[in-house]
């Protein structure tokens, strides 16, 4: 997720934190995970009648942070010649529609496949902040966003992922999704670090979810909303799409990550149940 | 999922049962598909209170069907030195528990990302051959055992996934997942090419999975069943994990597959609600 010389401003904002209290979220994250069964896992009782796929379609071409392809693909398998197609795939993890797992920013924390089904399988809160990412590209959400949802909504569910739906997956095809300035600085929304420490704190919150590059907001320099979420245990995911097909409430989000060993996230299948 | 010179084999297979058969059933299966909306898709109102993970965790030692490692992984990005973690994966699509998807033995079938999540989030019918392929690693699912499931369970649903749960799941970590003998033939159940016909012809089936490495038995030399199945348009799982977990009838499978452009298959993190 990080530019050149982010790690810098990462180790300070981390160091800022301080690392007793670091070491505290991360023992009440491990605390909150241990509810988690490991393989088979007892949800609320839910019930769907529709399915949306949130995931874009990801090619060598799809948008990155950095501007650089994260994705290559080679055919090594010929159906004329070999009796089957198969491709290679080479990747950088965080790419399209993806996880990210705890470990992404922490030391000794939940790599993805470590995270179990009952955390992955959950209510789906939807943040509708469309007109204000029209209107500030650089928006980011707020407590104060939160306490609008639960004044229309209720409670944030226990479990919940908490999506932001700004609108900007219909820029995934146009440079307006990185939307980078003369400077070389991106514009898009994303999610401010008071409201990470806010659902850490205050609810019982497995993940956050954007529907563009990134947790933070394009212009961050010190990636604090990373740094804060991560390190708690929980999840993130980012270029999510068709959020606007869901509604605020009542859906589940199924996250199908990737079961890979230690991996610090990935591309993933996510599926709202409606 | 072959072995060298399997090609001509399933040349041949596809040149006995005909041009015209195939064309025939491609036609079918693309009538078949059109009953899905592509993004946003109806289901029949379900409803679940547990998670099961029917996902192997994948790691470069995985067992694959040739034997040889289908997943490189490398650090990349360091926390300490980089702000954070991230892995680079090389990988062959048809490693873990993965998809097939129909291009995989097929010209002009659907890719991985053109399965509509309609086809994706389906009922799960589980068919329990655990006393058979004890007694013979062979086995294969044969039209009876679909009759025997209907029996005992009513018809199989429409848009099903049609599971074999032969208890090999548990052999992942062993030598015994693959059970070469010494003439390097393998020994693993599987559909027969005769159950895939059956399901094709008269049934409204959308996937068959398997908890071995192949849709076909271990000694197979012409890959019946994927050469029938997949050009059919309908797609395929291969080390499925935690079937046993599962009720025969009444589940809900989700297929994370790989949204990735033109995929062959690939890894997939795959749940059961129940």
Redo the contacts between chains.
């Keep these: 997720?990080?530019v050149p010389g982010?790690?810098?401003?990462?180790?300070h904002h981390l160091s800022r934190r301080g690392l007793f209290r670091g070491a505290a979220a991360i023992s009440t994250a491990a605390a909150f995970a241990a509810t988690a069964q490991p393989?088979?896992?007892?949800?609320?009782?839910?019930?769907?009648?529709?399915?949306?796929?949130l995931?874009?379609?990801?090619?060598p071409s799809f948008p990155t942070f950095t501007g650089e392809p994260y994705?290559k693909?080679q055919q090594?398998?010929f159906?004329d010649?070999?009796?089957?197609?198969?491709?290679?795939?080479?990747?950088?993890?965080?790419v399209?529609?993806h996880l990210d797992a705890p470990?992404?920013?922490?030391?000794n924390a939940p790599s993805a496949?470590a995270l179990?089904?009952?955390t992955?399988?959950v209510p789906l809160a939807v943040i509708d902040v469309t007109a204000q990412a029209e209107a500030d590209p650089d928006y980011r959400i707020l407590p104060a966003d939160i306490h609008g949802w639960e004044s229309a909504n209720g409670p944030l569910p226990d479990n919940a992922c908490v999506a932001m739906n700004s609108g900007w997956d219909r820029h995934v095809a146009t440079e307006k999704f990185r939307n980078m300035d003369r400077q070389g600085v991106m514009h898009f929304p994303g999610f401010h670090s008071d409201t990470a420490e806010l659902l850490i704190a205050e609810r019982r919150v497995r993940g956050i979810a954007v529907d563009t590059l990134s947790l933070d907001h394009g212009p961050s320099k010190d990636?604090s909303t990373?740094a804060t979420w991560l390190p708690s245990g929980r999840w993130g995911l980012e270029c999510v799409a068709?959020l606007g097909?869901c509604p605020p409430k009542g859906a589940t989000i199924?996250?199908?990550?990737?079961?890979?060993?230690?991996?610090?996230g990935?591309?993933?299948?996510?599926?709202a149940?409606v």
Tied chains: 1, 2.
């Design positions: 997720m990080c982010c790690h810098e401003a990462v180790k393989d088979t896992a007892r949800a609320q009782a839910t019930s769907f009648s529709r399915v949306v796929d995931t874009h379609t990801l090619s994705l693909v090594r398998m159906l010649q070999d009796g089957y197609n198969v491709f290679e795939w080479t990747l950088f993890e965080h399209g529609t470990v992404h920013f922490a030391h496949d179990a089904a009952t992955l399988v990636f990373h068709n097909q199924v996250v199908g990550g990737p079961k890979i060993q230690d991996a610090t990935g591309p993933s299948r996510v599926f149940l």
